[in-house]
T-cell receptor, first 110, second 115 residues
Framework: RKEVEQDPGPFNVPEGATVAFNCTYSNSASQSFFWYRQDCRKEPKLLMSVYSSGNEDGRFTAQLNRASQYISLLIRDSKLSDSATYLCVVNMKNFNKFYFGSGTKLNVKP | EAGVAQSPRYKIIEKRQSVAFWCNPISGHATLYWYQQILGQGPKLLIQFQNNGVVDDSQLPKDRFSAERLKGVDSTLKIQPAKLEDSAVYLC?????????????FGPGTRLTVT
């Protein structure tokens, strides 16, 4: 079983739509959680960390459900510039190890 | 603050040749990672260093891949001999080691094509 699993998509949505991605992780000892964004032929860049209480950054909201071992990312009012692959990342603090999902591709269309 | 530096950005070699990649992490970041990312997949960890020591190299194909971080700062990753399936982007990342969430910062990557 993979450490981190994501729906690869693609999610094709119109501008202005709300879209949500989920990600599940297998190790209950995981301690830190992140969403990274990766544009085509670019390196991954941190979008946001995911905190237990949930957190919001503008149009982006991240949630963590430890009991069910999943993380979500909600994007409101989608922009064309949101088109990218979104990587779910889980960290094992004791070893500072990061596990990446395979990514969910988002296409926002005019 | 300078980001993670990698070179070269692109490399084309023939199978059975050797190649080396270089990475300089963000100043002060003790942990350095090398990832392999094949098109359509997430990054796969090859090796992780803490200062100049190896923390995890369980997914490094040691018969052909090697990496070092001799002075605990910059690092090199070598492939010898290369195979067609090594065609991928090789990403270097670094993170600070301390309390709190450990965010990683990536370099621009080296795109390797093996023909």
């Amino acid at each position: 079983r993979k450490e981190v699993e994501q729906d690869p998509g693609p999610f094709n949505v119109p501008e202005g739509a709300t879209v949500a991605f989920n990600c599940t992780y297998s190790n209950s000892a995981s301690q830190s959680f992140f969403w990274y964004r990766q544009d085509c032929r670019k390196e991954p860049k941190l979008l946001m960390s995911v905190y237990s209480s949930g957190n919001e950054d503008g149009r982006f909201t991240a949630q963590l459900n430890r009991a069910s071992q999943y993380i979500s990312l909600l994007i409101r009012d989608s922009k064309l510039s949101d088109s990218a692959t979104y990587l779910c990342v889980v960290n094992m603090k004791n070893f500072n190890k990061f596990y990446f999902g395979s990514g969910t591709k988002l296409n926002v269309k005019p | 603050e300078a980001g993670v530096a990698q070179s070269p950005r692109y490399k084309i070699i023939e199978k059975r040749q050797s190649v080396a990649f270089w990475c300089n992490p963000i100043s002060g970041h003790a942990t350095l990672y090398w990832y392999q990312q094949i098109l359509g997949q997430g990054p796969k960890l090859l090796i992780q260093f803490q200062n100049n020591g190896v923390v995890d190299d369980s997914q490094l194909p040691k018969d052909r891949f090697s990496a070092e971080r001799l002075k605990g700062v910059d690092s090199t990753l070598k492939i010898q001999p290369a195979k067609l399936e090594d065609s991928a982007v090789y990403l270097c990342a670094s993170s600070w080691t301390g309390t709190g969430a450990y965010e990683q910062y990536f370099g621009p990557g080296t795109r390797l094509t093996v023909t």
